[in-house]
């Protein structure tokens, strides 16, 4: 996915991309033997391994702390290991139960009240013991799981391809999603920025790595431990030059960015490029530490700065199939991609992203699905809107809450800047095809519908596409999809924000168990989504189960506050504002939050209480 910048350009430095499946491929002789047919029971069996005796880890002296990427893998044999997590509405809590499929027959295991209180893993799942050369313990922690992270074949018969999506959400308002370990497969039980970095000197370490007791006597996990040794080098930006391993981007180009403002659970949420709200956000610091990306206005990728290897990707907003990059507050790719590289600071406010492919045995969540194609030319005949299922676009609480100068540095002045999510529940997708006529700036935008085969049945105008120029935009915009309102206590309007044409993209998995939600969503992409300035027509979709995430923090986009009384507010984010889009339901298309403003011009302030259940930003 394409990295919005203030001038549209993109820094990527990468590592080479380890396929799983050759990764954990040394421990094919532990779980290679298909089940003997006579003995095999429908519960999945599930076994933690190691895919190497030894690893060896980097420390960078101008950022310290090791992440324990330590190559352990839960596998699932006689079956695929299958959860499904959900809560009813925001006041309700969030319940977890095992599905067992044995053939046509489905299981449902509730798994205890209380194991997860969101969608982001399975917590204190693995357990870490660390000692040093003399034997002295130094580390003694667990760390979370989450089922649908790094996975890969370990066997050449398992199926080709995981059902299971290839996150876990992190949006503090989904409401549903499913994770799974594919029979045949493997997951790594790393945590990535999930987990603290570790600070550790140079040297040789034992690492102890296994399930906790409770995961254990809860799905039938052998009481063993894995040992891996463990090698902590130290490294430094100021090393020479090397050299870019095969495959991968070059370090040079810049990537602009904004200045950093605090988003959630104290992370540097907002780094945000300049962009139409897509990129609103930049990198999250990694959690205990370090320096958000986009921290400053430009700069270059230092020449000559080492690759660097040691840091797992960053939080996602949890949508299958992309790094999701420039949407959301929260900072992009899989959980735990532990070939892949963190977003950091360079120098000055330049900064380096990972980017990797998919590849046999590799669903990581690191692929950039592509968009879907719109049709060859408009549709002819007579418009119509047939009785066939339809999407229903429903908005969640706006969230990534916080008050900012605009990046415009104007002395006095506040704005509000803010996240908001449109998604679709479904039961049919959102197609929106833009059709543009020769010579002409807009793009005529039609709504398609699909019968139960998936044959197109019918179509109706709904509005216009037009091309962004902007730098950082560069895209086509479809017209009226959502709007944005702060309104006073009385719920009577008091600003508008000025955005309201958006490029459609599957960023967050906001509900995966919805009918016929689609788990390996397209058009997660905005290169490939939003077409080019050339496009004679683009097809923009919205998943079922899917939505799409837009940062406000840009004059315009964001609220101004400057002269607002200091007071109670709420927070309207409102999908379909005109009613053109054809949709199942319009009567849940309204999502309010509550904020207090408080402060004095110029330094104002914000608090976010919590709405019902979910006491996140």
Known sequence: MMTRTTQGRTSRLTRPSIAVAAAVAVTAGVVAAAPDAKTAEATPKLSLVAASTSVTLDSWKEDPGVYLDLGTYLTSENGAFEVKVARKSYKDPVVASQLIRDGKKTTVKALPAGLVKDFSGLPGFARIKLTDAAGKPVLDRTEAFCPNNASGRIRPDAPANSKYPQSCPVNPFTLGSVWGVEKGWASNTYAGYYSEPVQLAAGTYTARIGVTKKYRDLFGIADETRTVKVTVRERSWEEPSTAAPAGSRSAAGSHEGHGAQKGRGGHEGHGGQEGDGHGGHGEAAPAGGGVASGSGHGGHAAHGAPVRTEAPAARTTGAGSTFNVGHGPYPPAPPALPWALKKESLQRGAFSAATVGDRAGQTDGSR?????????????????????????????????????????????KDYLAFSANVWNAGPAKLVVDGFRSPGKELMDAYQYFYDADGKQVGYTPTGT????????????H????????????????????????????????????VKNANWHPDNTDLSTACGQENSISVREVLDV??????????????????????????????????????ETNHSNNSALRKIVLGGKKGARTVKVPAHHLVNAN
Not at 384 to 397: E, F, M, N, W, Y
């Open 368 to 412: 950039r699905a592509p968009g879907a194609r719109p049709d060859a030319k408009r549709p002819t005949g007579g418009a119509t809107v047939p009785d066939v299922p339809k999407p229903d676009l429903r908005s969640l609480p706006a969230y990534g809450i916080t008050v900012s100068d605009g990046y415009e540095e104007v002395p006095g």
């Open 465 to 476: 596409m037009e091309w962004d120029p902007r730098p950082g935009h560069e895209h086509w």
């Open 478 to 513: 479809f017209t009226d999809f959502a709007s944005y309102r702060l309104l006073k206590a009385d719920r009577k309007e008091s600003v508008r924000s000025g955005k309201e044409a958006f490029c459609l993209a599957n960023t967050d998995a906001v509900d995966y168990t």
């Open 545 to 582: 189960g899917s939505g799409d995430t837009y940062t406000q923090d840009l004059p315009g986009q964001s609220f101004d506050i400057t002269d607002l009384p200091n007071d109670t507010y709420y927070i309207q984010v409102l999908a379909n504002p005109e009613n053109r889009l054809k």
